[in-house]
């Protein structure tokens, strides 16, 4: 619960809720901002984070060895995929390991 109440009152997009809670978690953290907001739940943002708990990052670990490896492969990763998250998912794999 504590996940959801955070998620609500955070900044991310619905896209990028529904990809780190999956599609139901999403929907309710979106509802639960809502009534934090005393607004009504938006069609729109719920599409969003159904979408967003549909995509699969692109990058594999396997992409960056070994060039990269332990702590550096995992920031590298992050990084990307943060960047691909904050896309609206639409960088594709050459793009983000052009970055």
């Not at 607004?39 to 159904?50: H, S, Y």
């Not at 699969?56 to 960047?83: C, H, V």
Request: net charge positive; aromatic share 8%.
């Amino acid at each position: 619960m504590q996940v959801l109440r955070d998620t609500a009152v955070s900044a991310q997009p619905p896209g990028a809720i529904g990809y780190s809670l999956g599609a139901t978690d999403a929907v309710a953290a979106l509802h639960l901002r809502a009534a934090f907001l005393e607004q009504p739940v938006d069609p729109a943002d719920l599409a969003k984070a159904k979408g967003g708990a549909g995509q699969t990052f692109p990058i594999r670990a396997a992409d960056f060895m070994p060039a990269y490896q332990g702590a550096a492969l995992g920031e590298r990763l992050r990084k990307l995929e943060n960047a691909w998250i904050a896309s609206a998912f639409t960088l594709t794999k050459s793009k983000l390991m052009r970055l």
